[in-house]
């Protein structure tokens, strides 16, 4: 199972993007697969081919709007581990011994 942390920029929309990130987690929310944003860009969890499909689908999507985008995305791969959202963060909470702030 992968994790896939993204963001997607448009350069000319101005100083806010939170309309496109609005526009992309329609896309995530349709995807059906889980995942939480978060203040620089969004983390799903899933197989590759449905999360490149999904990062395919918001690039499409911004394309409508802009003439120029900037992305970033990193992929962990963990053979065998499911509901890495969570079970990562509590992990290290277990280790620190307290709920860590979100």
């Known amino acids: 199972m992968f994790l896939m942390e993204f963001s997607l920029a448009p ?24 995942y939480q944003l978060h203040s620089m860009g969004t983390t799903i969890e899933g197989e590759l081919d449905p999360l490149l499909q999904v990062l395919k689908q918001c690039f499409e999507a911004l394309q409508n709007k802009s003439a120029r985008i900037t ?19 509590t992990s290290v909470e277990e280790k620190v011994g307290r709920v860590l702030k979100k």
């Not at 350069?11 to 889980?34: N, R, T, Y």
């Not at 992305?71 to 963060?89: I, M, N, P, W």
């Open 11 to 34: 350069l000319d929309q101005g100083e806010s993007v939170s309309d496109c990130v609005a526009e992309s987690l329609k896309i995530i929310d349709h995807s059906g697969l889980d």
């Open 71 to 89: 992305s970033t995305a990193k992929f962990d791969y963990r053979r065998g581990h499911r509901h890495r959202l969570e079970s990562t963060v």
